[in-house]
């Protein structure tokens, strides 16, 4: 362990590595507003963040605009054992989803590897008080001692906020969650596993269409798996998925009930000359996202992300490069697991910007029309609240700058893999092991939450 | 990356061979050496994430698919184009010793265990002696004819899969994936003299296999049925895991460091009845 009678440190890193992991974010979603953000953790828990709204007098005023301030944190997923299997069932949250707000309260799904919860986010902050029976705590009170009837009033009381959940929807993978995806219809969701994707009702939670189901009748014919699963934004009966391959699969749920046969299929030709024993390791996309507009698509693979237009399938409109400098680092990426990371893409709010994670606490940005790319960093140290983000470079040649990072001494425990982008402003989530970073483009302020 | 490099060099050793020179055979043999590190690698962290409570199914079929990328390179042009240059005797002709070949595979045949676990084990030592070393194209090539024989073992391994049928028992194949790891402090007692004709057939087992079957594919698919049907079936994953639930990836680490000393040249697994195979699962589950 490190305890050196002659040392007056006992080292105790190990320890506060372990206590921590269960706090790892795992996922990160703004609701359809922006005013609430959700986190999830490897502990199976959720922690939901509210916007404050902006006071009438300071509207006017630049800077102190609305902080997310923590809202409810309540347990979403606990460990679980599959008996049958001698397996363990994670608890960790692999997908948050918001639904559009129809009353109210507000509704999210939270999903593990196995079982995806709808659960109720709702306020109260009124009371009855004055029951007739049961006295202010609650307890039931001795009938003899009432002598007069009264009407129970409400009552306002401090804000409460409480979670229930409302729909489990068990049992309908056999394989991993990777994604959950809410349909425009608003009745809907898809749940994608590693071979298959089932179509569900928010109401019914016995059953579920199973509408894309890739298992070979062989297992070990098994060369392909689905990595990530969306609606469409508009459309209710299309949805994309992408696979270990590299493809993506655009499937139009009116064509047959089960989708297995794409309508359209994009693929970009491989190359040649970049070809190696981890060209397809490389090319697995990890996350795939519509854009707002539902015309282009958004894909993350190892080194680069990508957009599509859906109207061409032979390849990718757009390529950014996040990482070039890694690629003659394959082999020991593959090595320490590395090379497996997945890695989460997002538009703006108006498709202008892209943007994705990397290593080192490092994001990337690319804006669409310019075609350029920034690089920056989320880290603690070298931030303060309020302080400007400053752009970060790799050193790959040429001559070094001041504050350049050689690609050597990149931290690649320290991985960007879930972020979110505010619907309609310039506000990022970023997610850094088990900090959350929330950064607003007003005016030069920063916000830092942990 | 090395395989862009490697390549180029590989086809200038191809011609240094043909003028029998130790340097391009040296040569072809780093590259050579280095996609065989990567199939070790890749086998380590198959059986690894094999042993995991919760393998990910995706990291599971990418590393496979690595392996049966490797594995096709390396009968197409590398492996068996490399021994048939470290073997060449002045006397023998090829016939030779594709007859001899013929007779050490049909005696293995009869086993039914496969070598798979036994070929990883073997290999895990050397992957850990190449880890150390940071990156793969540092690793120093020590012994062409060890290299060869490596290539040999894992070809004959999955040979020995195809021959023995798709239809084994797969408890079996659990089984003996996580009971012969003891085998391999045994098998190095074995004297080295006595492999070298054995390996010959191990490669040329493999080499076997290509022409006979209809197409290097199929043969491929079913070299590789039973290394990944038990990664992707969870029940036959959960009767491994009832054999040895206590053994976990670090376990397995354990149990090859004593042969990690051994020499280049290890002892070609020796063939075990079901009988011992039994023992050892036994063994296993008691804890002894």
């Not at chain 2, 996580?178 to 057939?201: C, N, Q, R, V, W």
């Not at chain 2, 680490?253 to 050892?280: F, Q, W």
């Amino acid at each position: 362990m490190g305890e050196d009678s002659e040392s007056p440190k006992i080292n105790h890193s190990f320890l506060r590595d372990y206590v921590t992991e269960a706090d790892v974010i795992s996922t990160v979603e703004f609701n359809q507003t922006g005013d609430l953000l959700a986190t999830g953790d490897k502990g199976g828990r959720v922690v939901i963040f509210q916007r404050e709204t902006e006071s009438k007098d300071e509207s006017e005023e630049l800077g102190e605009s609305g902080e997310y301030n923590v809202y409810s944190t309540f347990q979403s997923h606990e460990p679980d054992f599959d008996y049958l299997k001698s397996l363990e069932i994670e608890e960790k949250i692999n997908k948050i989803r918001w639904l559009p707000q129809q009353n109210a309260a507000h509704f999210l799904l939270s999903t593990n590897d196995k079982t995806i919860k709808l659960w109720k986010v709702s306020e109260r902050d009124k009371r009855p008080e004055g029951y007739n029976l049961k006295d202010e705590e609650g307890r039931i009170k001795d009938i003899s001692t009432v002598t007069s009837l009264r009407v129970p009033v409400l009552k306002p009381t401090d804000l409460m906020v409480e979670v229930r959940p409302r729909r489990i929807f068990a049992n309908g993978h056999t394989y991993h969650v990777n994604s959950i995806s809410v349909n425009s219809d608003g009745e809907t969701y898809l749940s994608a596993d590693d071979l298959r994707i089932n179509m569900w009702h928010l109401d019914i939670t016995d059953r579920s269409f199973n509408i894309v189901d890739i298992k070979p009748a062989n297992m070990e014919d098994l060369t392909e798996v689905i990595t990530a699963a969306e609606f469409h934004p508009q459309h209710c009966h299309l949805f994309v998925y992408s696979s270990s391959k590299g493809t993506l699969r655009l499937c139009d749920m009116r064509e047959s009930a089960l989708c297995d046969k794409h309508s359209k299929i994009f693929e970009e030709p491989e190359d040649p000359g970049n070809r190696s024993f981890f060209s397809e390791i490389i090319s697995s996309v990890s996350d795939v996202k519509f854009s707002h507009s539902g015309r282009y698509l958004l894909t993350r693979d190892y080194l680069t992300v990508k957009v599509w237009d859906l109207n061409m399938e032979k390849g990718p409109v757009e390529t950014y490069q996040v990482h070039e400098y890694l690629r003659s680092k394959l082999c020991s990426l593959y090595e320490n697991d590395c090379i497996f990371d997945k890695f989460e893409c997002v538009w703006n709010s108006t498709d202008s910007v892209i943007m994705t994670g990397a290593y080192n606490s490092f994001f990337r940005m690319f804006d669409r029309e310019t075609g350029r790319g920034v690089t920056l960093e989320s880290w603690r140290e070298s931030s303060k609240p309020r302080a400007v983000l400053r752009t970060r470079r790799i050193y790959t040649g040429g001559r070094r700058r001041r504050g350049d990072v050689g690609v050597d001494s990149l931290d690649f425990t320290k991985k960007i893999l879930h972020m979110a982008w505010h619907p309609a402003e310039n506000i990022i989530a970023i997610a850094a092991t088990n900090n959350l970073y929330i950064f607003q483009d007003r005016v030069n302020a920063e916000n830092l939450k942990t | 990356m090395f395989s862009k490099g490697t390549k180029r060099k590989f086809s200038d050793g191809d011609e240094e061979i043909s003028d029998e020179s130790l340097v391009g055979a040296r040569v072809a043999s780093s590259y050579n050496l280095q996609r065989q590190s990567l199939l070790d690698m890749s086998l380590i962290k198959l059986q690894l994430c094999h042993m995991l409570v919760e393998p990910n199914l995706c990291r599971s079929v990418l590393i496979a698919n690595t392996v049966r990328q490797i594995q096709e390179e390396m009968t197409h042009d590398g492996s068996w184009h490399m021994v048939t240059e470290a073997f060449c005797g002045p006397g023998q002709s090829p016939s030779e010793r594709l007859v001899a070949t013929e007779v050490l595979c049909r005696s293995r045949e009869q086993d039914a265990e496969p070598k798979l676990f036994s070929v990883i084990s073997y290999e895990g030592c050397r992957e850990e002696e190449v880890v150390a070393d940071e990156t793969l194209c540092s690793v120093s090539v020590s012994d062409t004819v060890s290299n060869v024989c490596l290539a040999g073992r894992v070809g004959q391994c999955w040979e020995k899969s195809e021959l023995s049928g798709v239809e084994r028992d797969e408890e079996a194949l659990e089984d003996s994936r996580l009971g012969s790891g003891e085998d391999e402090e045994i098998d190095t007692e074995d004297g080295a003299s006595t492999e070298s004709p054995k390996t010959t057939g191990q490669v040329f087992g493999t080499f076997e296999i290509k022409n006979g079957s209809p197409g290097p594919d199929s043969a491929l698919e079913e070299l590789f049925s039973d290394v990944d049907t038990s990664y992707y079936d969870l029940d036959t994953m959960l009767t491994g895991m009832q054999s040895a639930p206590k053994m976990g990836p670090y376990d397995l680490l354990d149990s090859l460091a004593p042969s990690h000393g051994s020499p280049s040249i290890v002892s070609t697994p020796t063939c075990r009845s079901d009988l011992n195979e039994l023992d050892h699962i036994m063994e296993i589950i008691v804890g002894s």
